[in-house]
């Protein structure tokens, strides 16, 4: 089975600084990767993936994120945060084979990105 | 735009009562989930199904059921809401039986349910 690691549960971080936020997961297949934001008392929203192709994927709001496989590794990257990036981040991952249980997605613990004045 | 509905935004319930979460999905999607959030663990899965009348145990179905009778509409069922049972309760769809738009999922606000 597949899991997910995200390293550090609370991240602050002064405005207009960059940000890394990482993300490790163990599986012994080849997987797909996402990263999804949760603003305060709402669902959550796909920033990017990685299906195949370019290992850096760019998502929305100026993140980005780079696949290493050796590393096992998808870590989100911003280079100047704003105010409004103030959020939970999950990374999550799943099977790339065809399979029923391939549809599920197994998400990490969460980072609280906190972005200060 | 993908569409995803939860019936209540919030949810205050007595210990033993049944709680029902509705859930609604207004493209056509194959696939509906149920998470339940909690901090410090991330998202769980409890239940999905990729097809009307179909279901699936995801990680902790424990205490829940859930119903798919239609396309669009997926519920999740308290039999006996319990006090641990307290969460927020997140409701995700995707389309397709094949390929990677499949594992594409889209949320719902979420229904934070306290049971007392």
């Known amino acids: 089975a597949q899991s997910v690691t995200q390293l550090d549960s609370q991240v602050p971080v002064f405005e207009e600084a960059p940000v890394e936020l990482r993300c490790n997961y163990s599986?012994?297949?080849?997987?797909?990767l996402f990263w999804y934001v949760q603003y305060p008392n709402q669902g959550l929203q796909l920033l990017l993936k990685?299906?195949?192709?370019?290992?850096l994927v760019k998502g929305i709001n100026g993140f980005e994120a780079e696949f290493n496989k050796s590393q096992t590794s998808f870590h989100l990257r911003k280079p100047s945060v704003h105010i409004s990036d103030t959020a939970e981040y999950f990374c999550?991952?799943?099977?790339?084979?065809?399979?029923?249980?391939?549809?599920?997605?197994?998400f990490g613990s969460g980072t609280q990105l906190t972005v200060l004045p | 735009d993908v569409k995803v509905t939860q019936s209540s935004r919030y949810l205050v319930k007595r210990t033993g009562e049944k709680v029902f979460l509705e859930c609604v999905q207004d493209?056509?999607?194959?696939?509906m989930f149920w998470y339940r959030q909690d901090p410090g663990l991330g998202l769980r899965l409890i239940y999905f199904?990729?097809?009307?009348?179909?279901?699936e145990k995801g990680d902790i179905p424990e205490g829940y059921s859930v119903s798919r009778e239609k396309k669009e509409r997926f519920s999740l069922i308290l039999e006996s809401a319990s006090t641990n049972q307290t969460s927020m309760y997140l409701c995700?769809?995707?389309?397709?039986?094949?390929?990677?738009?499949?594992?594409?999922?889209?949320f719902g606000p979420g229904t934070r349910l306290t049971v007392l």
């Open positions: 995700a769809s995707s389309r397709g039986t094949s390929g990677a738009k499949r594992n594409e999922q889209f």
């Open positions: 599986s012994s297949v080849s997987v797909y």
């Open positions: 990685y299906l195949s192709g370019s290992t």
């Open positions: 999550a991952v799943t099977l790339s084979i065809s399979s029923g249980s391939a549809r599920q997605l197994t």
């Open positions: 493209m056509d999607h194959e696939n």
């Open positions: 199904s990729y097809d009307v009348k179909m279901k």
